[in-house]
């Protein structure tokens, strides 16, 4: 993974690094990274018609990780945000992340919200989080969308290709 974000990005500062693919273990990417890669799987996405949601959990559609956020429906309109929670309860002390992108009236904002060192605090991270999302729904102006169909997992037959 490490050459193929040097190819496809140069050489990215600070170095990607990535002990494990799963997510677990002491992978390391910054966050400007992370919303690139969102905004790059958005692209890819869309070159193979498809949207964002369709690929990872879309709020307010279904049941899935983004439920542990309470009340981003509060200001965020079902389907106008699409992300990707990781918990880490151990691995430097912890870490709570949500990375995504969110439909607005003038376009997508990519994000990133991470609350490092905080594995015994997962409940007050999220919500720590959730505020901070909140407090820029107004700036962004959340266009909701409609929920797609249901996620699929690996288990349930979902497939996928690279390009």
Aim: aromatic share 8%; hydrophobic share 35%.
């Amino acid at each position: 993974m490490q050459r193929y974000y040097a190819e496809r990005w140069g050489r990215p500062e600070p170095p990607i690094v990535f002990e494990t693919l799963s997510g677990l273990g002491s992978n390391r990417m910054s966050p400007r990274q992370i919303t690139r890669l969102i905004r790059d799987l958005k692209k890819t996405a869309g070159r193979h018609g498809l949207d964002l949601a369709d690929l990872l959990p879309a709020l307010g559609c279904g049941r899935n990780t983004l439920r542990n956020y309470r009340g981003l429906l509060d200001r965020f309109p079902a389907g106008s945000l699409v992300g990707k929670t990781g918990t880490l309860v151990k691995t430097d002390g912890g870490v709570i992340a949500l990375a995504g992108s969110i439909s607005t009236e003038d376009g997508d904002v990519s994000f990133f919200v991470g609350a490092p060192r905080n594995g015994a605090r997962m409940s007050a991270a999220r919500r720590a989080q959730t505020r901070w999302l909140l407090s820029r729904a107004g700036d962004w102006n959340p266009r909701g969308a409609e929920c797609g169909g249901e996620t699929l997992y690996s288990y349930q037959q979902a497939r996928a290709t690279a390009d």
